[in-house]
């Protein structure tokens, strides 16, 4: 059935080619997402990427399978897409927590985000929003890297087939990652690190209503819980308020504005000591 499709859409069958990605298109939107962050962005290389996909399945070949091919178009478009700007700060989320609680019209903005009927304060979903955050302060590479192995949880050998590398450097990159991961939210989240500087998870679920402020804080100390956690975490009751919070702190990294010395909270009225 699946070559049917595939012989259909190499002859010009676009409704055959929708068919073969559909079953994929959850786990690429996934990547996309963990990669880039940005709900807005993220679609858009997706869509640029399945748009190549469509005009070059004349070039596939079957030495893959058809979803590594059209994994590795994803991966590749959201790799090309991060090296093309500047990398984010690790304290990207300090810096526009400081902004924040200096504007009034930021603040308020906030505020109405988590004033919906729709807002719930999820731990585990704002912890898969801060592991793209401060993924974004990765060399590309290691990123791309990371978010296959650990969190789409390819093997080995079919992240380093996506990616076009060797196992060896896929070990590399992905070691690096793992390693500058756990030592900046050592030093940045305070559910990993005693001395963590950002408080958003605690403010965030003050700011939440009665009877949705979410269950306990899991133990997230090691970057493998943390990967647990991320892996099964999807967009839900905070889309909204994280989709505000991408929108600003994109803005904040691309002029490098705010400081990223812990000041106040967002929104909360929670002053950092």
């Not at 810096?95 to 009927?117: F, K, M, P, Q, R």
Request: charged residues 25%.
């Amino acid at each position: 059935m699946r070559d049917d499709l595939i012989d259909r859409a190499r002859g010009g069958d676009k409704a055959a080619f929708e068919r073969l990605v559909a079953k994929d298109l959850p786990k690429l939107r996934r990547i996309t997402r963990r990669m880039i962050g940005h709900p807005e962005d993220a679609e858009d290389v997706l869509q640029e990427a399945l748009v190549k996909s469509w005009k070059g399945i004349g070039t596939f070949d079957g030495r893959a399978a058809f979803s590594t091919w059209l994994t590795a178009i994803v991966a590749n478009a959201a790799t090309d897409h991060l090296r093309a700007r500047k990398r984010w700060r690790t304290e990207a989320q300090v810096a526009y927590a400081n902004l924040c609680a200096g504007s009034d019209d930021l603040s308020a903005e906030v505020v109405s985000a988590a004033s919906s009927t729709e807002f719930a304060y999820e731990v585990r979903e704002h912890i898969a929003y801060c592991f793209a955050c401060v993924g974004r302060s990765l060399p590309a590479d290691e990123q791309a890297a990371l978010v296959l192995r650990d969190v789409m949880d390819l093997s080995a050998r079919e992240a380093a087939t996506v990616l076009g590398i060797s196992d060896s450097v896929l070990r590399h990159r992905l070691a690096a990652a793992r390693t500058a991961m756990q030592d900046r939210f050592d030093g940045l989240c305070a559910l990993v690190g005693k001395q963590g500087i950002c408080h958003q998870c605690a403010g965030l679920r003050m700011l939440a209503p009665s009877g949705k402020q979410g269950g306990a804080f899991p133990d997230v100390a090691e970057l493998a819980d943390r990967m647990a956690v991320v892996r099964s975490a999807e967009p839900g009751s905070m889309a909204g308020l994280h989709a505000v919070f991408w929108r600003r702190t994109k803005e904040a990294e691309e002029a490098g504005s705010g400081s990223v010395s812990p000041e106040s909270g967002c929104g909360t009225g929670d002053a950092v000591p």
